[in-house]
């Protein structure tokens, strides 16, 4: 099972550099205020819910405690994000405003998840 649980870790540690690179990659876009959200924040941000999904699953099943609390904080944050960038994938150019939300909730989601224990 510890396989398992650390084969979803790492597929959700790649989601979340999908996610963060898709948004540093535009930073100089953003400046400009031609940032768009790539199809990598899409699938970065899919992939860390399918997989903090499976995560949760798997350490439920293998007697492990999961703070349940954490988790839909960080569901919260993820569907947000999920959110804006699905509805304005197809926009040629994304508010700066947006763009740097959604950057701003992404690292937040990672300081929750190394931070809060």
């Known amino acids: ?4 649980i650390h084969l979803f870790v ?3 540690i790649i989601g979340i550099a999908s996610l963060l690179g898709g948004f540093l990659t535009q930073m100089k876009a953003m400046g400009e205020g031609t940032a768009r ?3 990598a924040m899409l699938h970065g941000a899919l992939t860390m819910l399918i997989t ?4 949760v699953g798997l350490n439920q099943a293998d007697d492990q405690t999961v703070n349940n609390i954490k ?3 960080k569901l919260a ?3 947000v994000i999920l959110g804006l960038v699905y509805v304005k994938r197809d926009d040629e150019k994304v508010d700066k405003g ?3 939300l959604v950057g701003l909730l992404t690292t937040a989601n990672i300081f929750i998840a190394v931070l809060w224990t």
């Open 37 to 39: 959200f790539s199809p």
């Open 52 to 55: 903090g999904a499976v995560l």
């Open 71 to 73: 988790i839909g904080v």
């Open 98 to 100: 947006l763009f740097g």
């Open 10 to 12: 790492a597929l959700h």
């Open 1 to 4: 099972m510890d396989v398992l």
């Open 77 to 79: 944050l993820l569907v």
